[in-house]
């Protein structure tokens, strides 16, 4: 299996690591032979693995195709690319490099379990949603009046994402994530990403009396499956959610944010099974 190209911070940086992970499972295997699965000249891979020649959208598509990358894999690998061409177009020419993609996540960083249970408060990830709302202040007394928590909750909150480095603060009153996007490892079990879950649920029932049609979109499907499909609907809930924040998340030149919401999936068993 390849490396998540969601977990690399650059189009070098994803190759490298699915080259290590190669080289580790192969000590014989080669950058030779690693460029010819990938239908790429050595010299041009190497030059690519030393960031000296940019990928273009047509080798995006031959690597993509090799190592079988999703969808919405191959669309984060195109951003990958084409955010490291503007970056070297602007230092050829004198400019600035920009921070961030302006299209989706270039930065995954993933919380164990001990360090997911400081943070699992939900208006902690509400508070790295704000840093890309407009205009946001990093005070305690706006964070309190916009999640409508307690400004003590607020300031707790705010001294834990500094601690675990998720957020860097730029004096007077603003700050930065550290990281693009920021996910618990799902696939090990733990009450406080049950509690995490329960608590966001819940906010959406109340969504539903306290919020306008207008404010939001709750709908649901029933349907019959296969359960041993479950781990292909997974997959492709987890495409279908990078490409709603690839699309309409993250700051992208001329695009300004207002509101910050929850986009919370639920696929569970309705029936009992029988035995």
């Not at 195709?65 to 177009?89: G, I, M, N, Y």
């Not at 990281?179 to 049950?194: F, K, M, T, Y």
Request: proline share 3%; hydrophobic share 40%.
């Amino acid at each position: 299996m390849a490396e998540s190209v969601f977990e690399s911070t650059s189009v070098h940086d994803f190759l490298r690591r699915e080259l290590d992970r190669r080289l580790s499972s192969n000590s014989r295997y080669s950058l030779r032979a690693f460029a010819r699965h990938l239908g790429m000249s050595p010299g041009e891979l190497s030059e690519v693995l030393r960031e000296k020649r940019p990928m273009s959208a047509k080798a995006c598509q031959k690597v993509s195709r090799a190592l079988d990358l999703s969808p919405a894999e191959f669309k984060h690998l195109l951003v990958l690319a084409a955010t490291a061409s503007t970056e070297r177009a602007d230092r050829d020419s004198g400019g600035a490099a920009p921070l961030r993609s302006p299209a989706v996540p270039l930065h995954l960083r993933r919380l164990d379990e001990d360090r997911f249970r400081l943070v699992s408060d939900w208006w902690c990830f509400a508070i790295l949603n704000l840093l890309e709302v407009d205009g946001f202040a990093w005070k305690s007394q706006e964070i309190a009046a916009r999640l409508g928590i307690t400004q003590l909750q607020a300031q707790t909150a705010m001294d834990r994402l500094e601690r675990l480095q998720l957020v860097r603060r730029q004096p007077p009153d603003k700050a930065v994530a550290t990281h693009d996007l920021v996910e618990h490892l799902s696939e090990v079990p733990s009450e406080a990403i049950r509690r995490y879950h329960r608590t966001l649920l819940e906010k959406a029932a109340s969504a539903l009396d306290a919020q306008s049609k207008e404010e939001r979109d709750i709908t649901g499907i029933g349907i019959a499956i296969d359960k041993k499909d479950l781990k292909a609907i997974a997959r492709e809930i987890a495409e279908f959610q990078e490409q709603v924040i690839a699309k309409y998340g993250r700051k992208r030149r001329g695009r300004k944010f207002d509101s910050i919401y929850q986009l919370e999936v639920a696929l569970f068993r309705l029936d009992q099974e029988q035995k």
